[in-house]
């Protein structure tokens, strides 16, 4: 594999095989910025999405519902965005084969803005009934639909492009977006939450963070489209045999290796929403705490788990990728004997779930794509690193705040504990299945 920006773009002495039309290098760091900008702005609209799910939809969709029955039925139209995804992606990868990327990602990015917005001007039950919840569900199953269908490769060709030396780096580079899209959701949601009554509140004012997704939306297709357009963009995809292969193919070959690398990054995603979701639900259920304060909080851990992935970074460079995410597993395996102490322990403790929690994703989450996308030979990486990843948010993270809530409600908040421990286990269990069979590489 090319170690240097010249042996990538072509032979030294010759750059403008690298570039593009407009004399553009596809560098590691170039193709960094397009990943960036593209998955923060859709962080960004799930999190929205699930902020709301917490502040508004029990009283604006299941104001019929107990508090607590209003929340499990927000947070099972929050599932459908992530049964909704590998359906997306299968869908997409046909029109990618059929119509070329650009079409898919200008299709799907549409219906992913529009989904957004749809969600903005939803009325509630109180003015259209038990239709208001099948057009939110609808609205919610596109979003994932949607986000299935914006995989463009922009990643994987990173990956392979990044130094071998510093692959643990650029695999962390993308998944600096989660917390960047947490930080403006729940910024832009204690602010209208501090601005307003709580009536002005669920009457129109959570509909405001849905107008601004659906803006960063576009100007994330922009982004997208601006490198994905680029001439040389095709024919490096097409270098690196990155084109979308068959999903029954990639089934018969692959399989192990799809079911591996959906469960490497369990811990990383279990714990994704139980710091951000449920955490919000615990504290508006289970307590007397401000809103507005847990949210600062909230944003407080977003900011500790960036250095936190950065760190990730220079450490998968020097002990391997898969080694870090197995010691931020077990990290992970640790903490949550704590979750119950420090969930039923009071505000203070309460705050230490979520900061330590944050430090503890940001460490795990930074690997996991790398994981993911590095145990796929080169002509099923494309359609094997989407499938994988769309699995494990699947089994991972979309199920996350119902478990949870359910455990604390029903059987108590040691049983929280002992779900995060299961994704610790998980990870931990297919990292070492694939150290003995070698699917997943430790660089």
């Known amino acids: 594999m090319a170690t240097s920006e010249a042996s990538i773009g072509g032979h030294a002495g010759a750059p403008h095989r690298g570039a593009d039309a407009h004399g553009e290098l596809f560098t590691p760091a170039n193709l960094a910025v397009g990943v960036v900008v593209g998955r923060m702005s859709q962080s960004f609209d799930f999190f929205v999405f699930g902020l709301g799910c917490v502040l508004a939809f029990p009283a604006v969709f299941f104001p019929f519902a107990s508090r607590v029955d209003g929340m499990f039925l927000s947070f099972a139209v929050f599932a459908l965005a992530f049964i909704a995804r590998p359906v997306g992606s299968v869908v997409f990868l046909l029109i990618h084969r059929k119509f070329g990327l650009i079409t898919q990602l200008t299709i799907a990015l549409f219906l992913l803005g529009m989904a957004t917005a749809g969600t903005a001007f939803l009325p509630g039950y109180d003015t259209l009934g038990y239709w208001s919840i099948i057009a939110l569900a609808v609205l919610r199953f596109g979003q994932g639909f949607a986000l299935g269908g914006s995989w463009n490769g922009l990643a994987s060709l990173m990956a392979l492009k990044a130094p071998k030396d510093r692959r643990g780096w650029y695999a962390m580079l993308p998944q600096i977006a989660d917390p960047a899209g947490f930080i403006l959701a729940a910024g832009l949601f204690a602010f209208i939450w501090a601005s307003l009554t709580h009536a002005d509140f669920i009457e129109w004012g959570w509909r405001y963070p849905f107008f601004a997704a659906f803006a960063i939306n576009v100007v994330a297709l922009f982004a997208r489209l601006r490198m994905v357009v680029a001439p040389r963009f095709s024919e490096q995809l097409k270098e690196r045999d990155l084109v979308p292969s068959s999903v029954a193919d990639l089934a018969r070959t692959q ?65 391997g990728r898969r080694t870090t995410l197995a010691v931020g597993g077990a990290l992970i395996a640790v903490y949550s004997g704590w979750t119950a102490l420090l969930l039923s322990g009071g505000t203070l403790k309460g705050y230490l779930f979520i900061v330590i929690g944050y430090a503890l994703l940001g460490f795990t989450h930074a690997q996991a794509a790398g994981a993911v996308s590095s145990n796929f030979s080169p002509e099923t990486r494309l359609t094997g690193a989407m499938l994988t990843s769309d699995l494990g948010w699947l089994i991972g993270a979309g199920f996350a705040p119902l478990v949870a809530l359910a455990l604390a409600e029903y059987a108590g908040v040691d049983y929280v504990g002992l779900y995060l421990l299961s994704g610790a286990i998980g990870t931990l269990a297919a990292l070492r299945i694939s150290q003995r069979s070698g699917a997943l590489p430790n660089d």
């Open 255 to 319: 399989g192990r290796n799809v079911a591996l690398g959906a469960f490497a990054p369990l811990a990383s995603y279990a714990m994704f929403h139980l710091v951000t979701i449920f955490a919000l639900s615990w504290a508006l259920l289970f307590t007397q705490q401000s809103i507005v304060e847990f949210l600062l909080v909230q944003i407080a851990g977003a900011l500790i788990a960036i250095p936190c992935m950065l760190l990730s970074g220079r450490v998968a460079d020097r002990i």
